[in-house]
């Protein structure tokens, strides 16, 4: 368990709302990642973060935009939700010498 | 390009060792060998990852060829919470290094 939570955990909305993910760590750990997971893609890397202020994409990043503002928080935010977007959103963390990833549980979006 | 070549599928029976092999023929020499498991509908779980030695954790074994163009997952004894798919990837250290996850090995633990 590497201390990260994802809120919501399940969330469904309608085509054109924003919509925000919250990913929470419990320690300052550098880098955090946004990936979304779909059948017969895998994982992919939306954004993630270095720091405070510091956020770079990913290979899917059109459409989402990120935020972090404080260390232990990092916000992933569809201005205006499409069906496209429907997925399972995982928040990750790098630790350690060799910067190991560990994923937090997910958010299941449904955008109808 | 796939990196990492895994069967589709394996089963084992509970309580069994699990052996799981991953080839990786075109590792370069700086790029470690990470192994992840994914239980339905939840996050993916760090296990284990080497660069060129053996390496044991709570979790598994990870056994490398010593040309380090393949490698085995060893869960010792198999339990159904085991039954998960388990993705073998290579990639260098460094917190920008791309992690891949490919299609994986599904690994069905029977009672």
Redesign the interface.
Known sequence: DAGITQSPRHKVTETGTPVTLRCHQTENHRYMYWYRQDPGHGLRLIHYSYGVKDTDKGEVSDGYSVSRSKTEDFLLTLESATSSQTSVYFCAISIGSTDTQYFGPGTRLTVL | DAKTTQPTSMDCAEGRAANLPCNHSTISGNE?V?WYRQIH??????II?GLKNNETNEMASLIITEDRKSSTLILPHATLRDTAVYYCIVRV???????????GITLSVRP
């Open positions: 470690y990470y509908s939840q996050g993916p779980q760090y990852h250290a460094g917190a920008n290094s791309k992690l891949t996850f490919g299609k």
